[in-house]
């Protein structure tokens, strides 16, 4: 379809009769490139470079392969597309407006409104646009995952492309193929540089994931200038050492060759394919293509007159969809999506009928729910003063409960045999290249990656979790952020949660780790304090939706409380309560001591003594600070009474943060240094956690207290 297009008016301000010509092609590319300058320069402020050069390859993709139906962006089996240079978001935000994405509640209801409008296009990074400066999932339907961190998106993309496997494995039967779509990520030179994407395709070589292609925007631009300023690689050499097929396209504006590159992807089924293409930057501004510039600036209006003339579009126009776009768009995606989704469906409604129990499986999966009986058979732990390892009874709840949940699967970054998350039952098997239905990842030594992969694996809805030692987590700290900006329920099992792991000494040694994943918003900590409070950890972190949470847990053996006479572990599903109470029951405690996992239990002998002396003392397991600051204002209160001001917290991490729950009449027992290498009692008792200390400085409080 080619010839005369005209606009429709659109606002009163606009009603001009502006002319376009050329093929339909060449016009939609066009109208992703200005609508991208446009936003920019009306925002004053983005990236409206990339979008202009890369919009022939994401147009073509989107309008010729992505099987995708705007109608029903949740559609399971659709091809995933990912942003990972997030910057260029106009150019996600264009498609998405173009195609006619529509938007999905909350609660994945189709609504009858767009996913962005041309309004939201105008509002490019305006307060509570659609449109934010980098696109974000939680707010913007179509947008798969959260970039703008560079090297995100293509370690989600790798997530996403073995979920595709397992989910194709778990759930494909013969005339049945219900999963089978392809991962599609751009990217640019900064995720290139960037280590995950470096071990996020490493992983995904070794895994062979042929479903899943990056683009890779080769424009020789970043920030401070031309990227030999920092980065001479062979990207290609390096790509094909990983064991990717590497293709190379020389003209971001050849179609032709992008299709040609594109062919080999479709027919490779032994490894991921890397597209290099090589662009120009803000291609068709005469000042500015080419130049670091066009990465985050607006072009100036002068400079996108020049653009747009260029193109031979009306310099005039501003956000100009010229008539026949939408309609192109909605002939191409929109028809080709639609017919494969209704193919699928109905595909879908015979499988429900030979197939039940896992048709229903993969709705719960869908609405992040859970199986009946999913909590059947967890492990509860008789009282044991010796103990065991919290690690370890995670092991056990963590194999009870993958047993229940078919879709509970995970891995550690090489560190299974110490974090105890290997799923042991028959059959549960390692999930390997051409063993795409093990339930055991080996992420390899790439805790960055891992979690990077875990986020585009939850994304496509299964209940993953990564497990490597807590200190480790500042090596994922990027992509476990991002998760909870994302509000999805990633799990993380990090071990040796403190100075109790003793020998390896303060390099391996947690200080700063819990409180600063504390201070994530929207993510939660939980650091039992023995084996039964993990069993209830666990539980509850299975039932969230829309939060990440980690398992702080420890390496050493610590004791099983004698629930019969301390409060039962079901407290843990408020953050925090009363473990031991001030004797004789109901006397008003003159002393709360409070503290988390291996600590409780030095709070505890703590309380024994003192209560023997007469003292009205009060524990409280505080397993999760952010749960327990969830709770109603009442509890809050009925744990800590505010009148009880003499209150002394243990925890073998930085005092930071505990001056909240302790006020300021109250003393913090924690970690002010680096540990130190030693057996763990030893260390322990160097920095002061031992039930004599916290009796002395529990004394001493009440002594003040007193005067
Ligand atoms: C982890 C991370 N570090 C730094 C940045 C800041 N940043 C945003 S874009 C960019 C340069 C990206 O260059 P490139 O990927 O080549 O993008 P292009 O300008 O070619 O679109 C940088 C450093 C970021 N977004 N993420
Ligand atoms: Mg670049």
Not at 321 to 329: A, K, L, Y
Request: proline residues 6%.
């Amino acid at each position: 379809m080619a010839g005369q297009l005209t606009q429709r008016p659109q606002a009163a301000d606009e009603v001009k009769d502006f002319r376009v010509s050329g093929s339909i092609d060449q016009i939609s590319i066009n109208t992703i490139r200005t609508l991208s300058m446009d936003a920019v320069q009306k925002a004053n402020s983005g990236h409206p470079g990339t979008p202009m050069a890369l919009a022939p390859i994401a147009y073509c993709l989107w309008q010729r392969f992505l099987r995708y139906d705007p109608a029903d962006p949740i559609w399971p089996n659709r091809d995933r597309f990912v942003l990972s240079n997030g910057h260029a978001s106009m150019l996600l935000y264009s498609l998405l407006y173009l195609a006619g994405v529509k938007s999905v509640s909350a609660d994945g209801r189709i609504l009858d409104e767009p996913a962005v409008s041309l309004d939201e296009i105008k509002r490019f990074r305006q307060i509570d646009s659609k449109t934010p400066g980098h696109p974000e999932s939680h707010l913007t339907s179509g947008v798969e995952t959260t970039t703008g961190p560079l090297g995100q998106g293509v370690g989600n993309s790798v997530g996403m492309a073995i979920a595709e496997r397992w989910l194709a494995s778990y759930f494909n039967k013969p005339g049945y193929p219900l999963i089978d779509n392809k991962v599609y990520a751009i990217c640019g030179d900064g995720d290139m540089m960037e280590g995950v994407s470096g071990e996020s395709a490493s992983v995904a070589g070794h895994l062979k994931l042929s479903n899943l292609c990056w683009i890779y925007d080769n424009n020789h631009i970043t920030i401070e200038g031309k990227t030999d300023l920092a980065f001479s690689e062979d990207v290609a050499t390096r790509f094909r050492g990983y064991g990717w097929n590497v293709a190379h396209v020389t003209d971001a504006n050849d179609l032709d060759m992008f299709m040609g590159a594109l062919d080999v992807f479709f027919s490779t089924n032994d490894r991921p394919t890397l597209i290099i293409v090589d662009s120009h930057i803000a291609f068709g501004a005469p000042n500015k293509q080419d130049t670091k510039e066009a990465h985050g600036e607006a072009l100036g209006e002068e400079e996108v007159r020049l653009a747009k003339r260029n193109y031979g579009w009306p310099e005039d126009a501003h956000f100009l969809v010229p008539d026949g776009v939408r309609e192109n768009f909605a002939n191409g995606i929109g028809r080709r999506g639609k017919e494969l989704r209704l193919d699928w469906e109905a595909k879908f409604d015979h499988y429900k009928k030979d197939y039940p129990a896992l048709a229903d499986q993969f709705h719960q999966m869908q609405r992040r729910g859970l199986p009946a009986g999913w909590d059947k058979d967890l492990p509860t732990f008789p009282a044991d003063a010796k103990g065991l390892a919290t690690r370890d009874s995670s092991a056990k709840v963590l194999n009870a409960l993958a047993k229940n949940i078919p879709w509970l699967i995970g891995g550690a970054a090489d560190l299974a045999p110490s974090t105890k998350t290997r799923l042991t039952f028959d059959g549960a098997g390692d999930f390997e290249a051409g063993h795409y239905e093990g339930r055991n990842f080996h992420f390899g030594i790439r805790e960055h990656a891992m979690c990077s992969i875990l986020n585009g694996m939850v994304l496509s809805k299964i209940r993953a979790y990564g497990a490597t030692f807590l200190i480790f987590s500042d090596y994922a700290r990027p992509p476990m952020r991002l998760a909870s900006l994302m509000e999805i329920p990633v799990i993380y099992v990090f071990t040796h949660d403190s100075i109790g792991l003793g020998e390896d000494g303060p390099t391996h040694e947690p200080i700063e780790q819990l409180i600063g994943l504390r201070s994530v918003p929207g993510f939660i900590m939980l650091r039992p304090a023995d084996a039964n409070e993990v069993t209830e950890a666990w539980k509850l972190i299975m039932q969230m939706t829309n939060h990440p949470a980690a398992l702080a847990l420890t390496r050493q053996a610590i004791p099983t409380f004698d629930r019969s006479k301390y409060a039962s572990a079901a407290g843990v599903a408020k953050g925090a309560y009363v473990l031991a109470d001030a004797r004789p029951a109901g006397a008003d405690p003159e002393l709360i001591l409070m503290g988390t996992g291996s600590e409780v239990q030095l709070c505890l002998a703590a309380y024994e003594q003192l209560s023997a002396e007469g003292r009205r003392v009060r524990v409280v397991s505080m397993p999760s600070w952010e749960i327990f600051e969830q709770q109603a204002a009442e509890y809050r209160e009925s744990v800590l009474p505010s009148r009880v001001t003499t209150r002394i917290s243990v925890e073998a991490g930085s005092t930071i943060g505990w001056s909240r729950y302790v006020g300021p009449a109250g003393k913090s027992i924690g970690m002010t240094t680096f540990g130190a290498s030693a057996p763990a009692k030893d260390v322990f008792k160097k920095f002061g956690f031992t039930p004599e200390n916290v009796i002395a400085v529990a004394k001493d409080l009440l002594a003040t207290t007193k005067r």
